[in-house]
């Protein structure tokens, strides 16, 4: 399996178009993502990896690093998180 690793990713500051062409090109050199932290800010979080979703279309795993927390609170997000990926096939 060829897998994409990107960690630090941030992508809440990428314009749309930089965001895009970053995970259109991850979907087109990996058979999955795999992103160690701080994707986006808890507020833009569960749009980003929505987002991410369907654009790579293919398999994501994921933790969440520090800066995923911020704006929003430790449980929160991580209940957010866990309600918006139950059942998903592509985010794990």
């Known amino acids: ?3 994409a690793w990107a960690t630090d990713i941030h992508l809440n500051f990428l314009t749309t178009m930089a965001r895009r062409r970053f995970l259109e090109s ?3 050199q990996a058979e999955a993502l795999v992103v160690t932290g701080d994707i986006a800010e808890s507020n833009s979080l569960g749009q980003t990896l ?4 369907a654009l790579v279309g293919k398999p994501i795993y994921f933790v969440l690093g520090n800066h ?4 929003g609170s ?3 997000t991580r209940l957010a998180v866990a309600e918006m990926i139950h059942g998903s096939q592509a985010l794990v």
């Open 1 to 3: 399996m060829r897998l």
């Open 26 to 28: 991850v979907k087109e």
């Open 50 to 53: 929505m987002v991410m979703d």
């Open 68 to 71: 995923d927390f911020y704006r």
């Open 74 to 76: 430790v449980a929160g």
